[in-house]
C-alpha cells in the first residue's frame, strides 16, 4: 500500500483537477438554458457574462492563499476542502433561481476547483524526487488541459438527457466521490502537521443534512412544494421570503448544530483549534489585499467583449482599485513578520523565471483559445459557433498529449532548453497560421499549425513547473506553485486586452479604404458581395495581426526560458537527499 498510495492519491487529484477544469468550460452550451432560467433573453450575453467572469474571479483570486494554507496544514486536508467547497458550489449553481444566486454558485465553484492545482503541484513535489517529478507534473498538466476538451462534451451529453441543472448535481457527486476516497488516503500527506484522527461522522451528517436543506430552501421544488401537505414547509413564516420558510429554519437549525459540533467535538471534521492559529503564521490581510487586486484585474479584463473592446468599461475604476490593493499587498510583504509570500522564497533565479515565462505563455496561449474560433467563424463557419469552436479541437487534443510528452522528456532534457524548444514550436505555428486566408480552414493539411501549437504550449507545462519546484523549499511549494497559475492567468487576461488592441489597429487600417455599405449595396447584389468580402478581409488582417502577437509573445518566453530557467549554480537544494533518507 505504502508504494502504490502516492500514486492513487495523486490520481485522485489529478482526475478532481479535470472535473474543476471542465467545469470552466462546461457553460459553454448550458449558458442559453441557464440564461433563460433566470430571466435573460439570448441577445442580452453581456448581462450573462459573471456566470463566466464569477467562476474564473473564484479561480484565480485565491490561489496564492490556498497554496500558503497547504504548506502549513497540509496538501491533503487542503484538497479535501477544496473538493468539498466545489461541492457546495456546485449544489447552490444547480439550485439556482435567479442571476446573483448562480453568479454565487460559480464563484464558490471556482473557489473549490482553482484552490485544488497548488496543493496538487506541491503534493508531487512532496512525494518524487526532483529528477523523478516530470511525469507525474507531465499528468497532471495533461489532464488540467484535457479537462478544456471534455468540458463542452461532457456538457452536451448531460444536457441530451437531462437539463443544466443536472450538470452540477453531478459535479457534486463527483466531488463528494473523490472526497470520500482521498479521506483514506490522509496518511500519505508528508506536510500535514498531525496524523488524522477518526473522521467526526456525526459532525459529518449534520453538514450533509444542512447542504440538502440548502438546495431545497432554493430549489423548491415543484413535486413538494406543490403538496397538499409538503407544500406547507415553503410557505413563508413571514413576509414573502424564501429564507423564512420551515424548510428554510430547519435549515438555519442544522447549520447552528454543525458549528455548536464543530467547537465542541474532540476531533470535529473542520479542525478550527488548528487553523485558528492560520492568521498568527501568515499575512490574512495582505492576502486579502492581493486577492482584491486580482479581482479587480480579472472583471477589467475578462468582462470586455475580445471581438471589439480590449478592456471593461468599468477599467477606470477598476484598474486603480487594483493598483491600490497591489500596493498594499506589496507594503504588507515588506513590513509584516509572516507575509503571505515568505521572505526569499522565489529568489532564485528559476524560482521568479518560471513566474515570468509562465505570464508570457499565458499571454500566447489565450490567442489560440479566443482568435482561433473567431477566425473559423469569420470565414468557413459563419452559421455555426459550434462548428467554429469546433475547429479548436484539433490544439486542445495536442495540448494534454504535449504536456505527458514533456513530462516523460524532462528526465532527459534540461528544463530551459525544453520549455525554449516547446514555445518555438508554437511561436512557429501562430506564424503559419498568419497566413491563413478566407478557404484555409477547409483544408486539412493547413490546419496542421493547430496540433503543433497545441502539442508545443502542452510540452512547455511540466519544465515550467518543474524549475519552479525545484529551486524553491518544500515549505513553499504551495503557494509558489498558486502563484505560477496566477502569472499565467493574469497573463491570459493582459494578453487578449494588448493583442486585442493590435487587432483592432489593423482592423481599422484595412478597412479604411472599404466606401461605406448603403453607397455599395443599393440595388447591386455583386457590390454587396464584394463589400462583405471586403469586410471578412479586413477582419483576417485583424486576426493576423493577433497571431503575429502571440508568436512574438511564445518567442519572449522561449528566450527567457533560456535564459531564466537555466539550473542556477549558486542553487543548492536538499530535496534529493530529503526523499532519499
Known amino acids: ?13 489529478a482526475v478532481a483537477i479535470m472535473f474543476a477544469a471542465a467545469d470552466t468550460y462546461v457553460v459553454v452550451l448550458a449558458l442559453p438554458d441557464m440564461m433563460t432560467t433566470v430571466g435573460l433573453d439570448i441577445d442580452q450575453l453581456q448581462r450573462a457574462a459573471p456566470i463566466v467572469s464569477g467562476f474564473l474571479l473564484g479561480y484565480v483570486g485565491v490561489l496564492p492563499l490556498i497554496g500558503r494554507i497547504s504548506d502549513l496544514r497540509g496538501r491533503v486536508p487542503v484538497l479535501l476542502g477544496c473538493l468539498i467547497v466545489f461541492a457546495v458550489g456546485s449544489v447552490i449553481t444547480a439550485a439556482a433561481y435567479d442571476l446573483p444566486s448562480i453568479v454565487t454558485g460559480r464563484f464558490i465553484q471556482g473557489v473549490g476547483g482553482g484552490g485544488l492545482i497548488p496543493p496538487t503541484l506541491a503534493l508531487v513535489a512532496d512525494l518524487w524526487p526532483p529528477d523523478r517529478r516530470g511525469l507525474p507534473l507531465g ?6 488541459e484535457l479537462g478544456s476538451v471534455l468540458g463542452p462534451l461532457y456538457g452536451a451529453v448531460v444536457l441530451a438527457f437531462g437539463s443544466w441543472r443536472d450538470i452540477f448535481w453531478l459535479n457534486c457527486a463527483v466531488g463528494l466521490v473523490l472526497a470520500a476516497a482521498m479521506v483514506r488516503m490522509r496518511d ?76 465542541s467535538a474532540r476531533r470535529p471534521l473542520l479542525d478550527w483549534r488548528g487553523w ?80 515570468v515565462v509562465s505570464f508570457f505563455v499565458g499571454a500566447s496561449l489565450i490567442a489560440a483559445l479566443v482568435d482561433i474560433p473567431f477566425f473559423a467563424r469569420l470565414t468557413v463557419h459563419r452559421e455555426s459557433q459550434l462548428d467554429a469552436a469546433l475547429v479548436l479541437l484539433r490544439f486542445l487534443i495536442a495540448l494534454p498529449i504535449g504536456a505527458v510528452v514533456g513530462g516523460w522528456l524532462l528526465r532527459r532534457v534540461p528544463a530551459h532548453i525544453l520549455t525554449a524548444v516547446a514555445m518555438l514550436i508554437s511561436a512557429a505555428a501562430f506564424l503559419h497560421m498568419r497566413t491563413w486566408d478566407a478557404e484555409s480552414l477547409r483544408h486539412e493539411t493547413e490546419m496542421l499549425s493547430l496540433v503543433l501549437g497545441g502539442f508545443g504550449f502542452g510540452l512547455a507545462i511540466a519544465p515550467v513547473n518543474a524549475a519552479l519546484l525545484e529551486h524553491t523549499e518544500g515549505s513553499v511549494h504551495g503557494v509558489a506553485s498558486g502563484l505560477l497559475i496566477v502569472a499565467r492567468m493574469v497573463g491570459m487576461l493582459l494578453g487578449i486586452s494588448a493583442l486585442t488592441t493590435i487587432g483592432l489597429h489593423a482592423f481599422y487600417d484595412a478597412s479604411a479604404e472599404i466606401p461605406p455599405a448603403a453607397e455599395l449595396c443599393e440595388g447591386a447584389t455583386a457590390a454587396c458581395k464584394a463589400y462583405r ?30 535564459g531564466l530557467l537555466r539550473p542556477s549554480t549558486a542553487h543548492v537544494t536538499s530535496e534529493a537527499h530529503d526523499h532519499t533518507r
Not at 500500500?1 to 487529484?13: E, F, I, S, W
Not at 432554493?218 to 406543490?226: C, F, R
Not at 499587498?329 to 509572516?338: D, I
Not at 485583424?542 to 502577437?549: I, T
Open 139 to 144: 499528468i497532471v498538466g495533461a489532464v488540467q
Open 1 to 13: 500500500m505504502r508504494q502504490t498510495a502516492p500514486r492513487v492519491l495523486l490520481g485522485l487529484a
Open 533 to 562: 468580402d471586403a469586410v471578412r478581409d479586413a477582419g483576417i488582417a485583424q486576426l493576423h495581426a493577433v497571431f503575429v502577437g502571440a508568436a512574438t509573445c511564445a518567442a519572449t518566453a522561449a528566450v527567457l526560458a533560456l
Open 188 to 263: 500519505t500527506d508528508r506536510q500535514a502537521p498531525d496524523r488524522p484522527g477518526r473522521l467526526d461522522v456525526p459532525g459529518l451528517v449534520l453538514g450533509l443534512l444542512g447542504v440538502v436543506g440548502l438546495a431545497l430552501v432554493m430549489l423548491e421544488p415543484d413535486v413538494l412544494a406543490t403538496g397538499v401537505t409538503t407544500g406547507l414547509a415553503f410557505l413563508p413564516v413571514v413576509g414573502e421570503s424564501r429564507w423564512l420558510t420551515p424548510v428554510a429554519l430547519v435549515m438555519f437549525g442544522l447549520a447552528a448544530m454543525f458549528v455548536v459540533r464543530q467547537a
Open 276 to 355: 485558528a492559529d492560520l492568521g498568527r503564521e501568515t499575512d490574512l490581510r495582505g492576502a486579502l489585499m492581493l486577492t482584491a487586486g486580482l479581482g479587480a484585474v480579472i472583471v477589467a479584463f475578462a468582462s470586455a467583449e475580445p471581438e471589439s473592446a480590449a478592456i471593461s468599461p468599468n477599467a477606470p475604476w477598476l484598474l486603480p482599485v487594483a493598483a491600490l490593493a497591489f500596493a498594499g499587498f506589496w507594503w504588507r510583504q515588506r513590513t509584516a513578520p509572516l507575509p503571505l509570500v515568505p521572505r526569499g522564497a522565489l529568489s532564485s533565479r528559476p524560482a521568479w523565471g518560471a513566474l
